[in-house]
């Protein structure tokens, strides 16, 4: 057989027998690399990086991945929150009611205080002509006081007389130099009337009458804006020593430093 041309035999493209004769085979267990695959001179071959799998730090592989906790349903923490804002708001009503059932009003002529409102009181046990106690018999009371005063404004109208103040109690007040209807030093309506009606069935006679604070003078109020009920007499005074004097002949018996609080003189000019 007539052998190769020569210009295959020196060729190095060439893909005749005598190449393919000359071209070693390819080792066991290794890939044959594609011409178009092969590292051109002088560069390293290409490696395919392996990818190592993530695993959860302080966790084994082949163990389970942490499933996160469930969550309460959205509506049961709505829930949770009204309850809550509720608790503190009752707190903040019985707070409140606390404070304003120790309040106390400050100190009026006379020696009285203002006290705190009518909670509940003991049965009267000084002879009350009104008991005191519900508040059916203070309103009762209240309605009285107020016939009194309209009788006190027609028969004698603020004109800047001197008249002698035996009594001044706003509803509530305190006056622990006193003893009111229900026993306790707090008076009430049905109490102020009580004391009202001694007063007049005593030294004073008929020439007691009532007002209130607010219809002459400064027109004084008590802390919560009540006036005060005042008893008083109008004997014929000059000026506020006659009433000092008148006092002292009426309440000899009491100390002269707490006769203040029993009786003292009262202009009773026009507002």
């Not at 966790?59 to 709505?78: I, M, S, W």
Request: hydrophobic share 40%; net charge neutral; with cysteine.
């Amino acid at each position: 057989m007539a052998g190769a041309p020569w210009w295959e035999q020196f060729d190095p493209s060439s893909t005749g027998p005598a190449r393919a004769a000359a071209r070693p085979a390819p080792r066991a267990g290794t890939d044959v690399l594609n011409p178009a695959d092969r590292p051109a001179v002088g560069q390293a071959p290409q490696q395919t990086p392996q990818q190592t799998p993530q695993q959860t730090p302080g966790r084994d592989p082949g163990q389970d991945p942490v499933r996160p906790a469930p969550r309460p349903p959205r509506g049961l923490q709505v829930l949770s929150g009204l309850l809550a804002l509720v608790l503190v708001a009752l707190l903040g009503v019985l707070a409140a009611r606390t404070v304003g059932a120790s309040a106390r009003a400050p100190a009026v002529p006379g020696g009285t205080a203002a006290g705190p409102t009518r909670a509940g009181d003991p049965s009267p046990s000084t002879g009350s002509l009104v008991p005191a106690g519900t508040a059916a018999v203070d309103a009762a009371a209240t309605a009285e006081l107020d016939r009194l005063r309209e009788r006190g404004l027609r028969l004698h109208p603020p004109q800047g007389q001197w008249v002698a103040q035996l009594a001044a109690k706003s509803v509530g007040t305190t006056d622990p130099g006193q003893t009111a209807a229900n026993g306790s030093s707090t008076f009430y309506a049905a109490d102020i009337l009580d004391q009202s009606r001694r007063i007049a069935s005593g030294v004073a006679g008929e020439d007691v009458f009532v007002l209130h604070t607010t219809d002459f003078g400064d027109g004084l109020v008590d802390a919560r804006g009540n006036p005060y009920w005042v008893t008083l007499v109008a004997g014929p005074f000059g000026d506020g020593d006659d009433v000092r004097t008148w006092c002292a002949s009426m309440f000899a018996s009491t100390p002269a430093a707490e006769r203040g609080n029993v009786c003292l003189p009262r202009q009773l000019t026009p507002r």
